[in-house]
């Protein structure tokens, strides 16, 4: 019996492996897919049966798992008054609309079966690492293997635009999922995560959103749902999917305090603006020191903190950042002339003998240097080179990168497999105790 949920584990890396390397192109990017995902709810039907769903099922979540999905999406549709709308780019002629449902559908009922018969399974001991584990697990499943590209690139642009559009987003929609999955099984996700799916698929006009208001509208309903999910679950709920509540509470951060909702949601817009500042949406940017053309002012791994300044605004001696060749270059004002009505500005790094040759338009200029954090990008550097030379490492040697993964799973099934059967133990413990629920 502790086969089965490794099995399901297996069929769901196996997927997402195949459809990642493959990348079937045409009708097949909708009909592989499809078949995939059918073929997975299939299997966990077939091991887990109908009963165990609706023995799971909890009407009360469900309905509101739904109605936090409908006020996101309300949520949106309020900012696209302000922000305009935008044609959907899918098609809507009636094999189109056939076509994405069948996806759509298939996706939603692999993906949820899947996870709430992983998250049922191996979260009788550890429940939290479970939830982790399994967010963390769907959140890849879904992340399409380019974005994950787009991470190690190391463009801060497309860098941020990923993580506050799509990984942020992404992670607590799945947390909100999983917890739901957790309590109530695969409907209430589904009810939770069937209409995100159908407005973005099917509605005509979506919200012609900036990056950065779509990236704080993806975060905070979802982790807003779930802190109230959290605190109106009764104990003995919580006590039936295995959780242990002398505290009478699966997070204690969030069930302690009354104040916990409005800190949490400070926190998780808190993170939305660390994306934010990346890009300029805040009026700033911090940009890490790559080189040592700018030694001593400005030394490797230090921080420069760039406000927006015209060009008409900049003098001799400020230090600017400026465009060039698709990257980004923080020199001092060497001299500037006017050719015309367009003024040019000469740079050069303290460290250089000699000015740079390209002058620097002002479509070219991104702002004047305000402020310096003296060698905190060291962290940023450090991280972006250790996953660069992972990265590179395993491409090189692809059956090592195999056999890495290969234990990895491995070492993953042998705690999964520990963790089911210690579901003998919990129930001995409460039977000890006296607790109800099975």
């Known amino acids: ?136 697990l769907y959140s890849l499943v879904i992340t399409p293997i380019t974005g994950i590209l787009t991470l190690i690139s190391g463009k801060p642009l497309s860098v941020a635009e990923f993580l506050g559009i799509r990984l942020l987003p992404t992670v607590t929609e799945n947390l909100l999922a999983s917890y739901l999955a957790l309590l109530a099984g695969p409907i209430a996700s589904i009810a939770y995560l069937a209409p995100l799916k159908a407005f973005q698929w099917f509605s005509p006009i979506l919200p012609n959103l900036s990056w950065g208001i779509e990236a704080l509208l993806g975060v905070v309903p979802p982790t807003i749902g779930f802190l109230y999910i959290d605190r109106i679950t009764p104990p003995i709920l919580l006590r039936r999917v295995g959780i242990p509540t002398e505290a009478k509470q699966l997070f204690r951060f969030t069930r302690a305090k009354k104040s916990s909702v409005p800190r949490w949601t400070t926190i998780s817009i808190l993170c939305v603006l660390m994306v934010w500042t990346t890009t300029g949406l805040l009026g700033f940017y911090p940009t890490v020191i790559l080189s040592g053309s700018m030694r001593p002012t400005i030394d490797v791994g230090d921080i420069a903190i760039v406000i927006q300044t015209p060009i008409e605004k900049i003098k001799l001696g400020d230090i600017i950042q400026y465009w060039q060749e698709r990257e980004m270059v923080v020199h001092r004002v060497y001299d500037t002339y006017e050719t015309g009505s367009t003024r040019l500005i000469i740079t050069k790094g303290d460290a250089n003998t000699a000015p740079d040759v390209d002058p620097v338009f002002s479509a070219q200029i991104r702002g004047k240097l305000i402020f310096i954090v003296p060698k905190l990008g060291w962290i940023s550097i450090y991280v972006k080179t250790t996953i660069a030379g992972i990265w590179s490492f395993f491409s090189a040697n692809t059956t090592l990168a195999y056999a890495t993964l290969t234990i990895a799973a491995f070492m993953a099934s042998i705690y999964m497999v520990h963790a089911y059967k210690s579901r003998s133990t919990l129930r001995r413990l409460y039977r000890r105790r006296g607790w109800p629920g099975r």
């Open 1 to 136: 019996m502790s086969r089965k949920p490794i099995l399901i584990l297996i069929l769901v890396l196996a997927i997402y492996a195949l459809l990642s390397v493959c990348r079937p192109s045409g009708l097949m990017a909708y009909a592989a897919p499809s078949v995939c995902w059918a073929l997975l709810a299939l299997t966990v039907l077939r091991v887990c049966g109908l009963e165990k769903i609706r023995i799971w099922f909890n009407k009360r979540l469900s309905l509101i798992a739904a109605f936090i999905a409908v006020l996101q999406i309300f949520i949106l549709m309020y900012a696209g008054l302000f922000e305009g709308f935008g044609r959907s780019p899918y098609s809507f002629t009636p094999t189109g609309v056939t076509i994405n449902l069948i996806l759509v559908s298939t996706t939603l009922l692999g993906t949820e079966f899947s996870r709430a018969y992983l998250i049922k399974s191996y979260s009788r001991r550890r429940p939290f690492l479970t939830l982790t584990l399994v967010t963390l």
